[in-house]
């Protein structure tokens, strides 16, 4: 009964060290944002050097829209981009202040602070590839519409991307409109795209943070997220399990 009552000590501060990890490790992202699908495309504008509509000259299907969630099973990132995605993930993760990592105004709110709803790849396949290279060559511009829930203010959300290479500035993209369902943003560079967002410490009902639904429909905080790669959740569990087997096999012996 010792024994067992050890383990289980054991086992319980191993868990609260992962509980840890997981409530401090995603203060910059909005609940499960490592979880999220790609964000759907329902519309893409093509114009020129001087804003003039072009004829679309490749498919939908072939602007692939990769999440951070699932960065490592897609195959149709390459391994370049995989590595800018992942990295761009732990820098913003690490992050002491948002605003000046991604050169946005400071907040003058006290209660409020930038949070990040959304992380992702874009990446040309097919008949997307040589098409959109030629375009931005010319100086000309993809504007997206995404199917992307805005979680807090419309009218003060952030499209940013990264392609100044692993830990350079992020630049900020023209946001043509946003909605609560749908974010519209032009683009003259592909590269790993942030979408962040104004969040304040209570919402409208007096409630805690504001940020993504729970399966009952409640408000989550976005500084409390479960938003952990499964990699990590992993490789803490298997020190707990670890550790509690260590402890059996030496009291045996």
Known sequence: MKKMKKVLTLVLAFATVLSLVVSASASNYISSVVQYE???ISN???????????????????????????????EDIDAAAREA????????????????YFGLPE?????EYYV????????????????????????????????SKVYN??????????CDGIGGDWDSCTVESATASSVT???????????VEVASTTDD???????SDSSDGSVVSPKTSDGVPVYAIGAVTFVVLAGACFVVSKKRA
């Open 38 to 40: 790609a964000p759907p």
């Open 205 to 211: 009902t007096g409630t805690s943070g504001s940020g």
């Open 153 to 162: 203010d419309p009218d003060r959300v952030s499209v940013l991307v990264q």
């Open 185 to 195: 943003a032009t683009f003259t560079q592909f590269c790993p795209v942030a979408i």
């Open 85 to 100: 995605l992942e990295a761009a993930y732990k820098e913003i993760e690490e992050a002491e202040d948002l605003a000046a």
């Open 116 to 147: 990040v709803s959304a992380l992702f790849d874009i990446t040309c396949v097919r008949t997307a590839i040589e098409g959109v290279a030629n375009l931005f060559a010319a100086g000309g511009s993809l504007t997206f519409t995404f199917d």
């Open 107 to 111: 907040l003058t709110n006290e209660d």
């Open 44 to 74: 893409i504008t093509m114009k020129d050097a001087d804003g003039n509509p072009l004829d679309l000259t490749f498919d939908y299907g072939d602007i692939i829209v990769t999440p951070v969630s699932e960065s490592h099973t897609l």
